[in-house]
Structure formats: C-alpha cells, structure tokens
Nanobody, 121 residues
Framework: QVQLAESGGGLVQAGGSLKPSCAASGKVASVNSMNWFRQAPGKQRELVAA???????TYQDAVKGRFIISRDNGKNTVHLHMNSLHPELTAVYYC???????????????WGQGTQVTVSS
C-alpha cells in the first residue's frame, strides 16, 4: 500500500556532507510528520530530526547546527542535509513518516529500510 524508498547514504570523511532522502509512494493520501532516526551499532534507535506537515522542525541536540531536515510535499519526500559530519554520527539512518493511506485514512507510521552513513576520521 505504502512504500518507502531511502537513498543518499554512503561513506564520507570527517567534515564532509551527505543528503539522505526518503520518498513515500503508493496509496498515499497525505503525509503528516516526517522523521529521521538513527541506530549506531550496539545502541538503541534514536530520533535525530523531525518536521511537521507545516514545516516546524526539531533536532536532537547532537546534530543542531549540523543537520537540516526538509520536505517536498509534492513528492512526499523528506531530506536530511548532513553537514560537518564526524565519526560519532556513523549509524544506519531510518526515515519514519506518518502517512494516511487511501484505504483507511488513519495515520500510520512506517519505517524505511535504512541507509548506512559512515564517517571516517
């Protein structure tokens, strides 16, 4: 019914930038909040950044000033602009949008497949 496609992770040197993206497709009626989580090896998954349907953003303290979350409502896509990366930010990054599908119109949260971000020192 609803599919998520993540892209844009990769390997980058410390100080570099990446821009993971996540697009929702299928029977998407609307997308409410769009969020990015990350999970480092041996650690719990944690919220990194969120953006509401109206564009209000929140960030984890560790990424404030480094990351910018943005969305393209026409394409049901969320981006995470990652700047000044350092090795401690290495993790798998997951998008987590809240979507209303055409079948139920009930908001449901979905998980992307994850995209690996590796920052070398």
């Amino acid at each position: 019914q609803v599919q998520l496609a993540e892209s844009g992770g990769g390997l980058v040197q410390a100080g570099g930038s990446l821009k993971p993206s996540c697009a929702a497709s299928g029977k998407v009626a609307s997308v409410n909040s769009m969020n990015w989580f990350r999970q480092a090896p041996g650690k719990q998954r944690e919220l990194v950044a969120a953006i509401t349907g109206r564009g209000t953003t929140t960030y984890q303290d560790a990424v404030k000033g480094r990351f910018i979350i943005s969305r393209d409502n026409g394409k049901n896509t969320v981006h995470l602009h990652m700047n000044s990366l350092h090795p401690e930010l290495t993790a798998v990054y997951y998008c987590h949008p809240v979507v209303r599908n055409y079948r139920t119109f009930v908001p449901e949260a979905y998980w992307g497949q994850g995209t690996q971000v590796t920052v070398s020192s």
